[in-house]
RNA sequence: GCGGGUGUAGCUUAGUGGUAAAGCACCAGCCUUCCAAGCUGGCUAUGUGGGUUCGAUUCCCAUCACCCGCUCCA
């Protein structure tokens, strides 16, 4: 699908209502925002999603092949951590400071900014004296000062110097009484709003009494989960470097705008994979994900100019990462040549690690050294415990640096759904050309595999067609359906994605043949049932 | 969090200060030998809570949700 129609995702939406895709959540108690539910499809697709990528990373892995791309076998392994995890945890990880920012709006120009970054001067002129503020490079601030200063006080540009500066440009975090406070963008004084907190985590508390003791966070991210059981993984499996470990599992963001569907919510799933390997060899590893990532969505149907790799550059990278790339996807909802992340692959050098070893790492140092608070000890504490890793063949001890395939699985999900919405004419009973919906899923992806559907009611159809239909359940989710014309039946399953259908008519019952119907050519070939049974088998395999 | 818009059946829409309409879908039955509209019958709705009013789905207020724009996007 593309987004030339704008209205593509309101269908889609209200397809996946009809069908049984995805429900909005509480939806009897008039809903809840930035949370979906899962129906019958849906479930089903989500899945395979995941199922997907769980046999490609882990149970299916093969462990002894160098595979192509990669410069020699390596291991993969899965975890199931829980939850709620140690509050140090989210201390060691930056979690917990960036998510605790300190926001302020701007009443008149709606503008929202971060307490910290909004840096200012007092400044008097004309008898008043106002702190004028920016949001700068500090190269630029004081001539952007200066600028704002004389437009808010009426003065030309020659006049400039009758603005007399008091003390030094410092931040908004140390002024108390806005009152006197000119916004980065505002024309007039005293527009911003008080600082208030952003709990970017959910927060509960474990027992029965709630308090500050006691407050744990529900995780953001699967990834800190693997990164604590690093230790345990290499002690008990007897796994060497490189391996991977892989982890599916829920997580929560208390996002300020819940919004497009299912692509920014609440709570959501996430396939985290972190590779561990040697420092030397890293970059090869990084590049080596970053392509093998992108061929899976592209295995899986998400081919072609919705989906792209999108390197991150220097600028936008952390200073500890030598390389992130994001795999983004062109939904239908946002603007035209906008892309939505799907799943990012980043190479976060030994960061999490160390962090969780030493106390937090400052990462705007290089090398990177632990961050420290204003009495000079550690911000936040490590575990102490030894992370590192020694090779029992050469016996070289060294902190393992990270590859991290973090991907999406609700986004995942509505990117296959997107990409497999078409519209598009068949006949009718008449040969009259009519619309038709068609959920093209990748035969993997789709939700049920094949219909089972006798022609008509009698003549002993459905009881054969039941057999049919009991022997395919046991391998593959299928569907059988006798009412109706045989035409709506088709459509039925089109609009569920259904990739086949196996129809017994009066022929079969003779000679015990089908036809078997494909869904996005609608053709039909006649075979045996255990060829038509085979040929799905074959393309949910492919 | 701000501004704008929307909210009627499972879906798409109509309509009204006084019994809420239709198409599709769905269910039961009949008919049907290959691509949705054959026949009969049936089920289902004014997001939630207040207010004005004799009476509110309609007018007003609040709230919730969704969409668009801003903000945010670790």
Redesign the pocket.
Known sequence: MGNDDAGV??KIV?LS??RGFIF?SSEIY?????CWDYGPLGVELKRNVKELWWSDMVTKHDDVSVLDGAIEPFEMTGLDCTILMHPQVWKCS??HD?FHDMMI?CRET????RHEQVRGRWARAKESRIFVTVISDPEQEQELLTARAQKFFGLRAKERDQIQWDGPIVSLVEIDDFSEVLGPDAKEIATLTEPREFNLMFKTSVGALRSDDNTVYLR??TAQGIFLNFKNVVDSSRVRIPFGIAQIGKSF?N???????TF?VREFEQMELEFFCHPDSSQEWYRYWRDRRLQWYQDLGLSGEHLRLREHDASELSHYSTGTADIEYAFP?L?EGEFGELEGVAHRGDFDLRSHMEGKLDPSTYPLEVQKGDDGKPLWKGSGKDLSYRDPVTNERFMPHVIEPSAGVDRAALAFLCEAYTEDM????KG?M????VLRFHPRIAPIKAAVLP?????GMPEFARDIYKDLKREFPVFYDL??????R???MD?AGTPFCI?I??ETLSDETV?L?ERDS???IRMSVSEATQAIREAIQT
């Open positions: 995702m309101q209200s209502k009809r909005q008039g809903g809840m925002n930035g930056g979690h960036l709006d709606k503008r929202r900014y953001p991210e963001r996002e300020i705008t819940p919004r497009n569907f920014r909802f603007p068949a006949p009718d009973e009259q009519q619309g038709r919906v022609l008509v009611k009698k003549d009412k109706g014309a045989i035409g709506r088709y459509r039925r609009e129809t008519d009066g036809t119907r609608m053709k039909q």
